[in-house]
């Protein structure tokens, strides 16, 4: 069978559509459907049911869906360990959202290196939709996000309860500064501070606002790690009566993908964070 046809099949399973499935894999919609067509008339039998609303697997799509999986990964997999530098018997395919790969992505892929020096490591940061896009193709063995996708057949493991604190640098609170922590945190933002966030300066990356603040004054919300050195030191301050918003901290990966480069990677992440409790900016 011609892996593009398992390839296929999955991106319409993930996307739902088969136009999303085209723009995923960069070809036409008449490409996708007569792969689709190709693949049914080679396991005789339908595999998907189109209206409306998208493709939805039928009972025989269902049963292929484990199969399809299994062949792509076995392919990935064999490309992955033929391209391997010597001395290096597995690969781990790590991604980071872009708040958190400093310190947490270094400290990972440091801990890795010295504990399984044998494992090749791919890693990437990106957006959360990006990262969990990348997971569902399994283009990804693990992702590191605030905002976990609790999708049908991925693992999610809270590895750090983070707290969002409100904190200012002493007699210069201004400007306000709004620093996009994710869709939960602005409706928790807004629920609490109605008033601030369209007058504030705004921030999409965390480190990026705090070097700001603490050179020019101002306040905002930012975790409680990092700012914890510059609380000690007196550079910066709780703004008193302020609320506090959690912001956990998730892994996430393919529930049914067991492997021993995965376990070796979870433990090293698990151990990098027990060793660092504070973060730089």
């Not at 723009?23 to 005789?44: D, F, G, M, P, Y």
């Not at 399984?116 to 990804?140: G, Q």
């Not at 994710?182 to 504030?200: H, S």
């Amino acid at each position: 069978m011609d892996i593009e046809l398992a390839k296929t099949f999955l991106a319409i399973m993930n996307s739902g559509t088969f136009i999303e499935a085209s723009n995923r894999l960069n070809v036409t919609q008449t490409t996708i459907t007569a792969r689709v067509k190709a693949l049914e008339s080679h396991l005789n039998c339908t595999l998907f049911i189109r209206n409306r609303a998208g493709a939805k697997l039928t009972r025989e799509g269902e049963v292929f869906a484990s199969y399809a999986l299994t062949l792509v990964q076995t392919l990935e997999q064999a490309e992955l360990h033929l391209s391997l530098p010597q001395g290096q018997s597995d690969t781990i395919r790590v991604g980071v959202e872009n708040s958190l790969w400093n310190p947490l992505m270094v400290d990972w892929i440091s801990a890795i290196t010295v504990s399984v020096p044998e494992l090749h490591i791919h890693s990437e940061v990106d957006s959360t939709v990006r990262l969990i896009d990348l997971l569902e193709r399994n283009s990804l063995d693990i992702i590191l996000v605030h905002q976990p996708s609790y999708f049908s057949g991925f693992s999610v493991e809270q590895v750090v309860e983070e707290k969002l604190v409100h904190v200012c640098v002493p007699e210069k609170y201004s400007p306000d500064l709004f620093i996009d922590w994710g869709e939960q945190f602005k409706r928790n933002f807004d629920a609490a501070l109605p008033q601030k966030r369209q007058a504030a300066l705004s921030f999409n990356f965390g480190p990026l606002a705090l070097k700001f603040m603490l050179k020019n004054g101002g306040n905002g919300y930012f975790r409680t790690r990092v700012v914890d050195k510059y609380l000690k030191s007196g550079e910066l301050e709780i703004v008193k009566g302020s609320p506090e918003f959690s912001c956990p901290i998730y892994i996430v990966y393919h529930a049914n993908k067991e492997s021993s480069a995965l376990d070796k990677a979870l433990t090293s992440l698990k151990d990098s964070l027990a060793l660092n409790q504070q973060w730089q900016v």
